[in-house]
């Protein structure tokens, strides 16, 4: 068994799995919160070890998977950049203080491309080559798989796309939930959640439809782009609102052929993430089995 953990700034989901038959099956689940603001990154990584300790102690733990917020060297483990949601977590070494705690073997990856690979391998991208993973939420994330691996890039930061321009400012600033909820607020002065927005858009409420239709607007110009730099065999979009991906896969692919370049997206497959909560840690099982 491989115990596999998911470190949010909100809450560490974690759980022992194995791959019998190339399907990741979790034999047990817990979670516990954060507390990443009263712990701090050195708080973190104690809690963490006390966690590992206390399940190698119930269960034959293999080895230690970790998906974890910030940019991470997947090679050293170290978190080489994390914002102020998780105070001191950068410059920590998971892998090396969980190697040297328990003698195990360790891989540490950040979220985004945890939760691409676990797609890739377990999800939506099986049996795909190349993959653009978009992760939209209160930002927009991205990961790139080329040949079942992780394109990190030169600063470990490749897929970093929410930060790119689209009609001269930052995608996530237009097409993340967040924008879709300011959208909606600034027109209707009510603060709405995603989920509620969609229900209000299918009951024939025409700002809420407008505004969903603006966010696909830009998501299908940021997604053209990208599948112009990387020519991927599949895009798959994660994050709890493409839950509603039978109200988006229209919108999407009928703003995608007005923008994206017809031959290019002729062969490309759009597809929606399957392992919803569980993407990180199947990414990070995987990275460490292999």
Not at 24 to 50: M, W
Not at 233 to 250: D, E, F, H, T
Request: charged share 20%; net charge negative; glycine share 14%.
């Amino acid at each position: 068994m491989i115990l596999c953990f998911d470190i949010g700034g909100t809450s560490i989901k974690y759980g022992l799995a194995h791959d019998p038959g190339n399907e990741l099956v979790f034999a047990a689940r817990f979670e516990t919160p954060t507390e990443a603001k009263r712990l701090r990154g050195p708080g973190i990584e104690q809690k963490l070890l006390s966690l590992i300790g206390e399940l190698r102690g119930q269960y034959a733990v293999e080895g230690v998977a970790i998906s974890t917020a910030g940019m991470v060297d997947a090679q050293t483990g170290a978190i080489v950049y994390a914002n102020e949601n998780i105070p001191e977590y950068t410059g920590r070494n998971l892998k090396t203080a969980v190697e040297r705690a328990f003698g195990l073997p360790c891989a540490v990856e950040n979220d985004v491309n945890a939760a691409a690979l676990g797609e890739y391998a377990y999800g939506a991208g099986r049996g795909c080559g190349s993959m653009l993973c978009l992760t939209v939420g209160t930002g927009i994330g991205g990961a790139v798989v080329l040949d079942g691996k992780i394109w990190h890039g030169s600063a470990n930061s490749a897929g970093e796309i929410g930060y790119m321009l689209v009609n001269g400012k930052p995608f996530q600033d237009q097409a993340a939930t967040s924008a879709l909820v300011s959208r909606v607020r600034k027109r209707i002065g009510e603060e709405l959640d995603g989920r509620q927005i969609f229900d209000r858009a299918k009951a024939g409420d025409t700002v809420c439809a407008d505004a969903i239709g603006a966010m696909c607007d830009v998501l299908a110009q940021g997604v053209a782009n990208c599948l112009c730099v990387l020519d991927p065999g599949m895009v798959v979009l994660g994050g709890g609102i493409m839950a509603q991906r039978s109200y988006l896969r229209p919108l999407l692919m009928e703003r995608l052929q007005r923008h994206a370049n017809p031959y290019i997206l002729a062969h490309t497959t759009l597809a929606f993430a399957e392992l919803g909560n569980d993407a990180g840690m199947a990414g990070a099982y995987y990275l460490l089995k292999h």
